[in-house]
């Protein structure tokens, strides 16, 4: 493997793609191609339940309380090693197309002097990454800079020449009697986008990833291509807008228990978002428009694999084929993510591996919990390196999936499980809360393979069973019946906690037994009565004891 | 107050001060005298058991696991605000004399480009302090400088030229026939050290002190001023080192209990200096040495406040005087430190404030759990300060201990807590044990009004009932007649994991509803149907909803 090419989409869900769900309602015929050429990780889960957290643990490979940016526009520390710091030293470059959600770490920067205007600065705030071209999306598109991004320029360079054809154009939709729906409202999404296809956010960042790919040549690179779609504004083109019929969309997963129940969620539900994706009728139209997004990123995804085998770059490249998050859509009577359900922290996850040794995996998918971090060390371990210790290789909390590409040294036991972090302070609902300090409203969940049991700090826990009850539906968080499970999986969130990587400046030599003998060795043995007790030990070659 | 002295000692116990331990068989004027003009915090506990881990918490305000520098020379991450950041945008810069045993974080320096020469660079690796005289004493006495510390340097100018005067005068002891007894010997304990006494280490750390306050004059300041005395070599010059006989020692808070009970205690105890400290003959000797050097500091401490006096500063100056961790010294069969019994992590911590508003407390003994990550916010406070949000101020963990000054709201209930860490994976113990991930080498203790529990990654937990066995005797870590006391002290262990402040970048407004308001109002509602239904939350004034 030479070559890795590292494809995010926003907010897609683990169940809207066809190789992983039979019963969907259109075709992603790319996608799926990538799922037979390689592996697919069908129980895949995400750190952070949203953008910013859950893209910081991809990028670092540790877990959200590891890293801490627990919420979108919360810097990683200006020291945190990135994918980019682990791959640069075997000589592989990473270069960012499209969205991060990073930012600076302004004390960091303040206190060290540091040119925020400086090569340092904007590497460090992009995560590690070389930019070719950043785009947040949405996530840029209220800012002060709304309207000035590099694909607002491309629009006005193609005749859209307006001061924010970001909105105007590419997320607004055309009502029958030709006036514009605001991306900002959900009602858009029953109308075609009034930008085309062609000219669309995820044509163009594939179009980006296509030249970049051109100019390489022959050059080992590491691409971090990562669009902002299929995430809201739920706007998309023709013909991808009127290609699922609302009669065919699936039935949000849902159950009247749910309502005043956990009161967490509950506090989810009171989100206007939730309310309004909790009726049908507005659902539907939105979920076309979330589907035909999909539909839309599958066929462009198409064009870049096909120019991938045009340049002969199919063979030495590792594909990664993966989304930040799911969206509720109605699930739980909930809208967005933020939350622990399958349908926020599950996401595809597919892995292409082009060396022979992968062969016997390909079209195979994986059916234990695997982890996000995980992404990390697999791409280090391809390009046939180690994580370097210097860089705090050692404090990366996932695990290489090489063995599930290979088919050797599959994980078992303790390591099948996944944990997700979210912390709900940051959304709305936390006004219907009691005011409270931060950390109260942090849950987390560990999901095994066959349950999720979610720790709360404010409220009681949840449990489900994904055997019985796979869209979990059913909270066994105070059923009596299950209190050992419980227990038990409390016990694993505690071993989890206590074996965080919290203090990433450890060298990690300082922790082999050869290390200490060496400090032993350099000649400063303490606890020594006199010198012919010292010289005793010398003569036993052992200072230790 | 203007003015901030702060005064740490090193491996100084909590009992081996006069106005601590009546029965202590030499005096203590010099600290006594403060005692008498301030408060002293009878059950100041540090968070670190080992100097680094220790002083990394004293200069952040956070735990160890927060910080993540867990032993010596494992660096603080370069982005860590410290005490000097704190007290900068207040007008006080920090200054240090003598030992900090930080060390400059590589990975974060190589990552920014940082010249590791430059003045940022040292700033950092000296914990944001502005380097007066920095001098580590035996934690650079093996290093590849050893010999060219300014230490060596003062030795040389006053007529000891040779290579390592630290060695060969300072912590060396002569022997009734001339010959030099090393100070990396515990037989060195025996003889007076070479040195005499107002060349000492001790001494010429006070004199720099005196030429510092002479300097500043009038200007504000806080200085660190970090004695490497009275940790090993436990060597002192005379008078000090007949000061104290033999017989008067105290004897060795230990059980015949203690042998062969909890796993971790057994490795303590077989380490070399735990097996020669629990020989009472030969810790006799190292005792006295150990108890003449608290005399030595004592006396000069007395020049400092002196000097304090004649230069008017004393009216308008805080002194803090504590140290980083104290000295098992035989007790429990071990030696050094490193573990979780009173004799190691409490310390003394004495805090005079100069201020009217303090003057009803002067000369009284606090008997609560106190930490010495208090110890940043008290300085903050005093200066008429809050912490400063952009420097991660919100993110300080101790709390400040002016309302002990003051009289005025002191803590309750739950409040009332220490935790400190340790990971005995660093000592000579490590290789006793089997081949071990490193995390589950670590315990940390809670100690509260009544009981300390100790709680073991690796090992079952320990429980001492500090009011019926004062000198932590008898482990009910396994007695069945106590499982609620370690039930409700592991909830307590399990709300301050929870509640660790490691995602120090996140801007403190983030977490406040009018924060969560500013973002609505800003313009980014989302969840909206349509355009009516935001105009109609608008007219509501409330977009959250």
Same mark, same amino acid.
């Given at each position: 493997v030479r070559n890795l090419l590292f494809v995010m989409a926003d907010q897609?869900?683990?169940?809207?793609?066809g190789c992983a769900n039979?019963?969907?309602?259109?075709?992603t015929p790319n996608i799926d191609d990538l799922a037979a050429r390689g592996v697919r990780f069908d129980r895949a889960y995400t750190q952070g339940a949203t953008c910013g957290s859950s893209r910081m643990s991809f990028y670092t490979g540790r877990y959200v309380t590891s890293h801490?940016?627990?919420?979108?526009?919360? %810097?990683?520390?200006?020291t945190e090693a990135t994918l980019a710091d682990h791959l640069r030293p075997l000589g592989v470059e990473s270069y960012l197309i499209g969205k991060t959600h990073s930012v600076l770490d302004p004390f960091g920067a303040a206190a060290l002097g540091l040119?925020?205007?400086?090569a340092t600065a904007q590497i460090r705030a992009d995560a590690g990454f070389k930019r070719v071209v950043r785009y947040d999306g949405v996530a840029a598109?209220?800012?002060?800079d709304s309207g000035q991004t590099a694909y607002d320029d491309f629009l006005r360079s193609n005749?859209?020449?307006?001061?924010n054809p970001w909105h105007d154009i590419a997320n607004s939709g055309r009502r029958n009697d030709g006036s514009s729906a605001s991306?900002?409202?959900?009602?858009?999404?029953?109308w075609p986008a009034i930008v085309p296809d062609e000219l669309s956010e995820t044509a163009w960042t594939t179009d980006l990833a296509i030249d970049f790919m051109r100019d390489k040549g022959a050059a080992p690179w590491c691409l971090h291509?990562?669009?902002?779609? %299929?995430?809201? +504004?739920y706007v998309v083109s023709e013909p991808y807008h009127? $290609?699922?019929?609302?009669?065919d969309l699936p039935v949000a997963k849902?159950?009247?228990?749910?309502?005043?129940?956990h009161p967490a969620m509950t506090a989810f539900q009171a989100m206007r978002i939730s309310r309004n994706f909790s009726d049908d009728a507005k659902r539907a139209g939105v979920h076309c428009a979330y589907f035909g997004l999909i539909a839309q990123l599958d066929h462009h995804l198409g064009r870049l694999w096909g120019e991938l085998e045009r340049l002969g770059r199919s063979n030495d490249t590792m594909i990664v084929f993966t989304s930040d998050h799911g969206d509720y859509?109605?699930?739980?009577w909930m809208g967005e993510?933020?939350?622990?359900?399958d349908s926020a922290i599950r996401v595809p996850l597919i892995v292409v591996d082009?060396?022979?040794?992968?062969d016997s995996t390909r079209g195979s998918a994986v059916n234990v919990p695997t982890e996000c971090i995980d992404v990390l060390p697999t791409f280090v371990e391809a390009v046939g390196g180690e994580p370097d210790a210097s860089l705090g290789?050692?404090?990366?909390?996932g695990q290489s999936l090489v063995p599930f590409l290979t088919g050797v040294g599959k994980r078992t036991g303790s390591d099948q499980v996944a944990v997700s972090e979210t912390d709900?302070?940051?959304?709305?609902?936390r006004d219907a809360? +009691?005011?409270?300090?931060? +950390? $109260?409203?942090r849950a987390r969940s560990i999901t095994t393979e066959r349950w999720k049991y979610i720790e709360h700090d404010l409220f009681g826990p949840q449990l489900f069973d994904l055997d019985n009850d796979p869209d979990e $539906?059913?909270?066994?968080?105070?059923?009596?019946?299950?209190a050992a499970v419980r227990s038990d999986l409390t016990d694993g969130l505690h071993q989890w906690r206590n074996s965080?990587? $919290?203090?990433?400046?450890? +060298?990690?030599?300082?922790?082999?037994r050869p290390g200490l003998g060496a400090v032993a060795a350099r000649g400063f %043995?303490?606890?020594?009565?006199d010198e012919a007790e010292i010289q005793t030990a010398k003569d036993a070659r052992d200072l230790l004891r």
């Open positions: 897609l869900r683990w169940d809207a793609i039979g019963d969907l309602p259109f075709a801490g940016a627990r919420y979108n526009e919360i %810097p990683l520390n200006l040119d925020p205007t400086g598109a209220n800012s002060p005749g859209y020449d307006i001061a991306g900002w409202t959900m009602e858009s999404g029953l291509l990562s669009y902002i779609k %299929p995430h809201w +504004p009127q $290609l699922v019929d609302q009669s849902r159950s009247a228990h749910e309502v005043g129940g859509m109605g699930d739980h993510k933020d939350y622990l359900h082009p060396s022979a040794g992968a290789g050692g404090w990366i909390e709900y302070g940051f959304r709305e609902m809360l +009691p005011e409270l300090e931060a +950390p $109260l409203l $539906l059913i909270d066994l968080g105070q059923h009596s019946g299950y965080l990587k $919290l203090d990433p400046r450890t +060298p990690a030599h300082r922790f082999a %043995p303490i606890g020594f009565w």
